[in-house]
């Protein structure tokens, strides 16, 4: 596919960024400065653990959208100990979820929070569902989204015309804030739920026509990946797509290449 470029990047040594499935919606993205992990639920393959050993000195932020258990695991409490640990969570999170020794920093839609550890600036738009969604800039200017639940959920087959309708105008809503701050994302984590059957990739398509995007990941498959991959039922010819769908697989993303795990060299 043609790519497009939508921000201006560092030089190619500190705009390197090496993204890691862990599970569902689960990712660990390295970066120069810092580890980023977002919802992290289960780790099958033990790959943030072995991030964490081959980056020594990076600070891991832990970043969770909402409480749903899919998304959050109060194991994250107990990981990365040997490290610097930021923690960034959804308001909806009960507070006596987190230990008392954990200074975490709480973000609803609207908030933003800078010169973090690593320079990194959060900030957290709205969601569809409950909680929040993403939005991580990075010191070289790249920008890395994760949508949480945030999704046009419906049900086309089952729903009223007047319940899409809403489910449409409360997506958009979140959509047009997003784009306020954003027209361009580097990286984009975007649910692609085989649940909602011939609806899955609806909002992945709004969220891609509105949005440049120059990565697209789908996630919250459940395990049935194939239609969420389908990019080309859904994804735009300025947009690279990638499907990463095995525990532990890795994209390597630098300048106009790609590296998976599969050492497969991919052009943008």
């Given at each position: ?11 190619s ?30 780790d099958p ?7 964490i ?27 990365a ?6 923690y ?34 959060v ?34 087959k089952?729903?009223?015309?007047d319940e ?9 809503k ?12 580097n990286?984009?984590f975007?649910?692609v ?40 039922n ?27 795990s599969?050492?497969?060299?991919i052009?943008?």
């Open positions: 596919m043609a790519h497009t470029t939508s921000t201006p990047l560092a030089n040594g500190d705009s390197k960024i090496d993204i890691t499935y862990i599970d569902h919606s689960g990712f660990a993205v390295v970066t120069p400065t810092a580890i980023l992990v977002f919802d992290y639920f289960n393959t033990h790959s943030l653990p072995n991030l050993k081959h980056n020594p000195g990076l600070p891991v932020y832990f970043l969770v959208s909402h409480h749903h258990y899919d998304h959050f695991n109060p194991d994250i409490f107990n990981l100990q040997e490290a610097e640990r930021v960034v969570l959804s308001d909806d999170i009960k507070p006596q979820q987190v230990p008392d020794r954990i200074d975490a920093a709480w973000v609803r839609p609207g908030v933003t929070i800078d010169s973090l550890p690593g320079n990194i600036k900030q957290a738009y709205g969601s569809t569902d409950v909680g929040v969604s993403f939005v991580v800039t990075l010191p070289s200017g790249q920008t890395i989204f994760h949508a949480g639940d945030l999704n046009y959920w419906h049900w086309n089952e729903a009223t015309v899409v309708k809403r489910a449409y105008g409360r997506f958009v979140v959509l047009q804030s997003i784009m306020l701050d954003h027209k361009s994302l990286v984009a975007f649910p739920d085989p649940r909602l059957g011939d609806d899955y990739a609806d909002g992945a398509r709004l969220f891609l026509e509105n949005i440049l995007v120059d990565t697209f990941i789908p996630m919250h498959f459940w395990g049935d990946y194939k239609s969420g991959c389908d990019f080309d859904y994804t735009t010819d300025n947009t690279d797509s990638f499907c990463l769908h095995i525990p532990g697989e890795t994209l390597s993303l630098q300048g106009k290449m790609a590296l998976r599969t050492d497969t060299i052009a943008r």
